[in-house]
């Protein structure tokens, strides 16, 4: 591999460690694999749908990382969502150092934690009350067991290409890595825990009046990501979201809006602030492209103005500032079920780590305005500047946006009609990606590497590396023009 990114003087990545034998990715991953399942603590870090060796990170700065070969790339991975304001932001990393000082953890309560909350609940009043769990899929978890306790009820459903953290009920037809995998859903999962969980098509209100007419007295609640982004970015048909509210509450069920990934990413208040009160939208037969996002804080009337009010929301990703942090959030009477005042159990050793709580207080203190318009102006760039080499090649395609996530999505059938659902995600020339990608990386550009996965672009994401991607965007585009279905697989359509 070669023509790395030359590093910037006034933003060096840390060095890779010295060592006897100079580690290369390759070397690093047979050792990894002969210690760790697959090599990896997560699988989609794995490469298996791009082929060759994961790429061993050394650190990271701004925009960019750096492998432990030394080679340089202008990062569209950002840690999978955290890295809003780029990677070691200095204000971070102090905060995170001042706490340290401190003492690492207490398992007891801090005064940072109420903080956290405060500034969660201002940003997303709905979160009346707010809980610190340590991953996404804790609070996605601790959402559905309380919307349970809340209404005496057991199923819940979710949409497919959906993802919502690894915990058993969830990982039917799951986006992210479940989808990358080629899986169903997890061999594991007891059939009575999986028959508590309806799967139904995303953006498809029909399929979800149906099924709450046929069962809506035995259902908890309706979990959705309110702008999918596991399946790629798949945005919610105009008014889907407020249809689940509607549909979800005439038969007394909850909605639980997951934003952990979309959550203080999209805006200030998330996907929900985004489309509920700023009323972003986009619809997939007029171009899917979506009109250039500028989220804004709710203001004091934003009950009014909601189009929609989920019941409880999960954040989790930037909320932690690329520490292990996630909450859950939402109206207080249901959020007081908890434990202890409520009977509903949840609990963590480290909920509310005091490094991940200085992380997440520092981070979202410092996404303001201009960091939610330089994030959504340079996501719309990229996807300008990919679009416009894929066209130059002829390969067909779509940008999909919902405000500042993207992802494209390869085929004349996703191209002419949009990707809507996890259907028309799993159809799409998915084999187009793996040499897309890999020119990229050849060229110092990392993005996620999965179709299925959105792109990320942090307030650190400047001139330069927007070059950068455009100068490897043309032979990028010329290896999807290139590649061909593997054996047993054809066209879209
Ligand atoms: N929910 C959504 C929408 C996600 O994107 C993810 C992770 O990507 C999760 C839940 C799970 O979060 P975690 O990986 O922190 O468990």
């Known amino acids: 591999?070669?023509?790395?990114?030359?590093?910037?003087?006034?933003?060096?990545?840390?060095?890779?460690?010295?060592?006897?034998?100079?580690?290369?990715?390759?070397?690093?991953f047979d050792a990894a694999r002969a210690v760790i399942p697959g090599g990896v603590d997560s699988p989609v870090r794995a490469f298996g749908s791009v082929g060759g060796a994961p790429v061993f990170i050394a650190g990271a700065r701004g925009a960019r990382v750096r492998d432990v070969e030394g080679r340089e790339y202008v990062d569209l991975v950002g840690s999978w969502g955290p890295a809003l304001l780029g990677h070691a932001h200095p204000a971070v990393v102090e905060?995170?150092?001042?706490?340290?000082?401190?003492?690492?953890?207490?398992?007891?309560p801090t005064a940072a934690e109420t903080e956290l909350?405060?500034?969660?609940?201002?940003?997303?009043p709905v979160a009346e009350r707010v809980r610190l769990v340590s991953t996404g899929t804790e609070a996605t978890m601790t959402a559905i067991r309380l919307a349970r306790g809340a209404t005496g009820r057991d199923l819940v459903v979710k949409f497919a290409g959906c993802y919502h953290g690894h915990s058993d009920g969830l990982l039917a037809a799951a986006g992210s890595g479940v989808a990358t995998g080629g899986l169903p859903g997890s061999a594991g999962v007891p059939a009575a825990v999986a028959a508590q969980t309806i799967v139904l098509p995303y953006n498809d209100a029909d399929a979800l009046t149906g099924c709450f007419e046929a069962r809506g007295r035995d259902i908890a609640a309706v979990i959705a990501e309110p702008a999918p982004a596991n399946m790629g970015v798949v945005p919610p048909a105009p008014g889907f979201n407020a249809t689940i509210?509607?549909?979800?509450?005439a038969h007394g069920a909850l909605m639980i809006a997951d934003e952990v990934l979309t959550g203080f990413r999209v805006g200030p208040a998330g996907f929900w602030g985004l489309e509920a009160l700023d009323g972003w939208s986009t619809a997939l037969d007029?171009?899917?492209?979506?009109?250039?996002?500028?989220?804004?804080?709710?203001?004091a009337d934003w009950?009014?103005?909601?189009?929609?009010?989920?019941?409880?929301?999960?954040?989790?990703?930037?909320?932690g500032g690329g520490m292990p942090l996630a909450a859950l959030g939402g109206r207080a009477d249901v959020m007081e079920l908890l434990a202890p005042v409520g009977p509903v159990y949840q609990a963590g050793t480290l909920s509310g780590n005091p490094l991940a709580t200085a992380a997440g207080l520092a981070t979202l203190t410092l996404a303001d305005d201009a960091v939610y318009a330089t994030v959504a102006a340079r996501a719309r760039q990229i996807g300008e500047i990919v679009g416009a080499a894929l066209d130059a090649e002829g390969v067909a395609h779509r940008v999909q946006r919902s405000g500042s996530l993207f992802s494209v999505v390869f085929g004349p059938g996703a191209a002419e009609r949009g990707v809507r659902d996890y259907e028309g995600a799993r159809a799409q020339e998915a084999w187009r990606f793996g040499p897309f990608f890999r020119a990229f990386l050849e060229a110092g550009v990392a993005l996620p590497p999965s179709v299925f996965e959105a792109w990320f672009v942090s307030a650190a994401h400047d001139d330069a590396e927007l070059e950068r991607i455009a100068a490897a965007a043309p032979s990028a585009a010329r290896a999807a023009a290139a590649a061909r279905p593997p054996r047993g697989t054809g066209p879209d359509d």
Do not use: Y
């Open 1 to 28: 591999m070669t023509s790395p990114v030359p590093a910037r003087p006034d933003s060096p990545a840390p060095a890779a460690p010295a060592s006897p034998s100079p580690a290369t990715s390759a070397r690093l």
């Open 95 to 108: 905060a995170v150092r001042r706490a340290a000082g401190r003492g690492l953890s207490f398992g007891a």
């Open 117 to 124: 909350a405060e500034a969660v609940r201002e940003r997303v």
């Open 245 to 249: 509210r509607e549909v979800s509450a």
């Open 286 to 299: 007029d171009g899917g492209a979506g009109p250039a996002a500028s989220p804004s804080w709710p203001g």
């Open 303 to 319: 009950r009014e103005r909601a189009a929609w009010v989920p019941d409880l929301l999960t954040f989790g990703k930037v909320v």
